[in-house]
Each structure stands twice: as C-alpha cells, then as structure tokens.
C-alpha cells in the first residue's frame, strides 16, 4: 500500500530480522552496551502484536521479561496500561505518561478542550459543544427554539466509559427533562453530529494515531494511517424510532463486533474495518482532497495536544518529584489514539481521546452458536504492527541506534514501512499563542494552599465541583491540602475579569493581561 505522506520526515527502518524472537539462543552477538533492551512483562495484550514487529527491528533489539517491579534498568518498557505507583525505574523509557488517562477521561478532557474554545472559538470548533453539568446544558439548550430542540440530538457517554458501554442518545426536551432521573454516575453530554459523512450508506469514524515523545520541547508525530471503523446498520438521521440502535449510530468495534453483519476481509479496502489510507483514496477517487483533509486532522491533533499539555506536565513533574527520579534518567512518550469523524463537508470532528488504545490485532469471532473464538484481524496487524515498530524506531536511544547489528535484508520493512509526520515542534511557532495557559504553570513560586486562597479558595472549590475535580484535588500529589491546577485557572480567570474588565473586552485579552503583569513581577 502506498505511503499517503508525500515528505517522509523519518529515515527508514536499518535492519530486518525473520526470527519471531528477539531473544538469542547460545553466544549473544552483542552485549548490554550495544543491545536495546524492552521489558515486555506487562504488554498483555499488546505482546502479540510486539512479537511480530520485532522481526522487523533487527537482532540489536532483545526482549526482557522480568517483572517491572524489580530493581532492574532497562531501555524501553511497555505498558498495556497506565502507570500506577508501584512501579519503580531506574532508567530508560516507558510508553505512558503519568497521568494521561485521568486526563483524557471524558468530564476532564471536556473542560480542557472547553477552556480552550471559550478563549479561542475558531481554534477549536473542532470539539463538538460538550456539557460537564447537566443544569448548564439545560440553561443553554432552553434558548434554542422548540422546532431546534427537537430536532438536534445528544449522545450521553460516562465520565470513565470505554468500549461504547452506557453510552447513549437522546432528543426532544421530555428526553432531556428525563434524564435528571437516569443519572447514576458522571457522565457528559455531547452534541451528536447528525451529518456524518457516509461511504455506502454507512456511517464511520476514524481511529488515528499519534505518538507523543517530549514535553519540553513538545515534541508530536501523526502516524499517517489508522483504522476505519465501520457500522454495521445503514445511516438513517436520528429520530425517536432509531436512536436505541447502537449499531447505525455507533462506532464502536466492541458493539459492531457480534452484529452479524459485520465482516472481516483480508483487503483493506473492504469490511467493516478496513484502513484510513484506504478510506481516504476511495475519497480521492470521488474527487476529494486528501492533502486538505490531512491537514485538518493535523491541525485538530496539534490543537488537542497543546489543551492536554499543562496538566500533563504538572503530572510528570509531580511523578519524578514523587518517585525521586533523577534527573536526565527516566523519560516518558505515549500512543494516543484520537476518535475523529467526518461530516459531510469532510471537516473533522474530534469525538474523544484514548490513552489506552487497544494494540489487539485479535479478532474475536461468533459462530451460528454464539461461542467465540479469537482469529488474527489482517487490518488490525497491518496497522498496529507498523506503528508499534514506527514508535520503537522513534523512540530507541541514540546512543546505541547507531551500534546495533545491521542485516542486509530490507526488502520486507521497505514495502511496510510507513512515515510519521512531525506536528511537535513544527507548528511550535504557529500555534505559540494557542500554549498562553502553559505560561500558567509557571506563576506560582511556591504551592498553593487553603490559608493563601483563602475565601477566594472556599468558593471555587464550591463551585469547582465536577466529578473529576473532586477527585483532583485529592490526589496523592497534594493530600487534598492544595487546589488542583484546573482549579488555580478558574482562579485566574475570576481575577483577571475583576482587575482588567474595563481595559479588555476579550476573555484571552484579560487573562494576558493578568500573565504579563504576575510575569513581570515574579522574574524581576
């Protein structure tokens, strides 16, 4: 299959390698000073897809089972999961981020992405208008007219959800009046986007990735392919009679996956599941621009990144002070996957983002009794393989890439290999007034607590009362003694309305004003 990038920004894979295992038997060929070492112990279900790209890496690379939790260095460890805090490193890198999936959980990602489109609307009208409170929802919908209250759709979806679990739709105001009695945990609510754009009639989304590696500098790469994720129920436009079908509204492999219609084919180009560059040159064919249609993506993945960036760094930050990590020793990078659809214009929608995506390249069939079993997904191997070797490739120290044996053999990673494109730090420079609540890490010289805030503190954490940020600012990184940095914005925001109300009409205008002048007298 084709690259779709037309400017590859990575060089190619060195070395290939046909043995399934990394480990030798008998003499080793190299020593720890040469080998890339990757601790595969807690991979689960992701090992599999491991195990394959590994023939791809070269005999420089070796496996490592041990459990992570004895004292052992290693260069790279690799994660189903996020991390918890049990885990000890010495050295080296691994594939999560402390704190990403507290992020990227749906209440928490909402107001991230909504902090940001109250300061910079055109920036993020990517983000469908999402409501973390129900009473706020209420409030704004009420204003529209009864003809458009009735005619547009919401999709409810649990704060900690995965899978297409719980999620629902609703529409019409006895829906929504209803729904304060359906409640039973956090959930936010989204506008459904009700004019996706349909390939045969049926509805899809894509599941991107990209592959963050740095903080500081940000550092981003976009893998240029990804899954296309197909219903299994033609399209029809919401109405009261289809809203109960998950399978015509839903994408989600999990729910589609034991629908008899679903299909599983060894061409890309076909099934319920097939490849985005696949996709994307049927769209080509019809007449589409695939170079303006990456570009949204990119724009849309580089946007996300920057809103999630200031908690991620707290995060990291609060990880090594915690786990008294040295300096220089210990180093994080994450695939994240991004769920995004198009509309029938063919601008992107950012649905959510993933800090977990499966990395399964299983496929689990029914048979006419309903007893499963599990098959390789051709699509899913062709993707997930490429862009796990892709990463290990990204991320392998460069002190021992240069060293590792070479084999003469490139003839299987050439047709395979696909590129990443480089988001971090190329749009660095463009997009440097999107990163203006990063400048708000930097304001306090020293923790916040209760007695400094004081009534100031009392009324935003009552008011600051969300799901996620209850559990924030009870973390173990302050004891529930300190205000949480989602928290201490709300905070900037309030000051920066009463000091500079009558200087700035814009949101962004006040909270520069406020920066530049807090700025200013911490660095003079």
Not at 132 to 157: C, G, R
Not at 355 to 366: D, G, K, M, V
Not at 436 to 456: G, T
Request: hydrophobic fraction near 35%.
């Amino acid at each position: 299959m084709a690259m779709l990038s037309s400017r590859p920004l990575l060089k190619r894979a060195k070395t290939v390698n046909t043995d399934r295992r990394i480990k030798t038997k008998g003499k080793q060929s190299q020593n720890d000073q040469t080998r890339i070492t990757i601790n595969t112990s807690h991979a689960n279900s992701s090992f599999k897809a491991l195990s394959n790209c590994f023939k791809y890496l070269g005999n420089g690379w070796h496996e490592e089972r041990w459990d992570i939790l004895y004292v052992k260095s290693c260069d790279i460890y690799w994660h189903e999961k996020s991390l918890t805090s049990r885990e000890r490193f010495i050295q080296g890198k691994v594939n999560k981020f402390p704190g990403m999936k507290e992020i990227v959980c749906k209440a928490k990602f909402a107001y991230l992405l909504n902090r940001l489109r109250s300061l910079f609307p055109k920036h993020f009208s990517f983000y469908p208008r999402t409501w973390i409170a129900l009473q706020e929802m209420m409030t704004e919908v009420m204003k529209l007219s009864p003809k458009e209250l009735n005619s547009t759709t919401f999709i409810v979806k649990p704060d900690g959800g995965s899978e297409g679990r719980g999620i629902f739709l609703l529409q019409g105001l006895k829906q929504l009046e209803a729904l304060y009695f359906q409640i039973t945990e956090a959930v936010v609510i989204q506008k459904y986007i009700s004019n996706p754009y349909l390939i045969d009639g049926f509805k899809f989304d894509l599941r991107l990735y990209a592959v963050l590696t740095n903080l500081n500098p940000l550092e981003t790469y976009i893998f240029r392919d990804g899954l296309a994720r197909f219903c299994t129920v033609p399209y029809q436009v919401p109405n009261l009679k289809n809203l109960r079908q998950t399978c015509m509204h839903l994408t989600n492999y999990s729910l589609n996956k034991s629908n008899p219609s679903f299909v599983l084919m060894n061409n890309p180009h076909e099934g319920s599941k097939r490849t985005i560059s696949s996709v994307l040159k049927n769209m080509e064919n019809l007449g589409h621009s695939i170079d303006i249609i990456w570009f949204a993506i990119e724009q849309l993945v580089a946007k996300t990144i920057i809103a999630m960036l200031p908690s991620l760094k707290i995060e990291f930050d609060s990880w090594n002070a915690i786990h008294k990590v040295p300096d220089n020793k210990f180093s994080c990078f994450h695939i994240l996957g991004f769920d995004v659809i198009l509309d029938e214009d063919l601008k992107p929608h950012l649905l959510e983002v993933n800090a977990n995506p499966s990395l399964n390249i299983e496929h689990e069939r029914y048979n006419k009794r309903g007893i499963s079993s599990n098959v390789i997904s051709p699509v899913d191997e062709y993707i997930k393989c490429q862009l796990i070797a892709e990463t290990l490739k990204l991320v392998q120290p460069s002190f021992k890439a240069s060293k590792v044996e070479i084999s003469h053999n490139t003839e299987n990673i050439e047709k395979t290999t696909i590129q990443f494109s480089n988001i971090f730090p190329k749009l660095s420079e463009e997009y440097s007034e999107l990163r203006i609540i990063e400048r708000a890490c930097r304001i306090p010289s020293k923790e916040i607590c209760i007695a400094d805030l004081d009534v100031l503190f009392i009324n935003m954490t009552r008011n600051y009362r969300y799901g996620y940020s209850c559990k924030a600012i009870n973390t173990v990184h302050n004891n529930g003694k300190l205000l949480d940095f989602d928290g201490f914005y709300e905070i900037l925001l309030v000051i920066a309305r009463k000091k500079f109300y009558r200087h700035c009409n814009r949101e962004i205008d006040r909270l520069k004003c406020l920066l530049d002048l807090c700025e200013a007298r911490i660095y003079s």
